[in-house]
Nanobody, 112 residues
Framework: QVQLVESGGGLVQPGGSLRLSCEAS????????MGWHRQAPGKQRELVAR???????TYGDSVKGRFTIARDNAKNVVYLQMNSLKFEDTAVYYC??????WGRGIQVTVSS
């Protein structure tokens, strides 16, 4: 079974940046799509970003223009670069493979 491990979360001030990493247990070069979702307390899980094998990207409206998803096939890692962070970005962030395999999640807290 595919294993995904997120890292890079933590506490950051508004306007700051973080880069989340998701390391897969095996090669990701043949995976059709990988992405990030997040869930804040009392809210539904929402799409943050998705990246297909062909290189197309999809971003949630709330993060478009601020977040960027990328992959490093040599390292089997998918990244989420988060810039201009807002209080509303506070959530648990989950890495996923085609919505079928999920990491345990990692906390991102934006606070002054």
């Amino acid at each position: 079974q595919v294993q995904l491990v997120e890292s890079g979360g933590g506490l950051v001030q508004p306007g700051g940046s973080l880069r989340l990493s998701c390391e897969a247990s095996g090669s990701i070069s043949s995976i059709l799509a990988m992405g990030w979702h997040r869930q804040a307390p009392g809210k539904q899980r929402e799409l943050v970003a998705r990246l297909t094998r062909g290189g197309s990207t999809t971003y949630g409206d709330s993060v478009k223009g601020r977040f960027t998803i990328a992959r490093d096939n040599a390292k089997n890692v998918v990244y989420l670069q988060m810039n201009s962070l807002k209080f509303e970005d506070t959530a648990v962030y989950y890495c996923d493979v085609m919505g079928l395999y999920w990491g345990r999640g990692i906390q991102v807290t934006v606070s002054s």
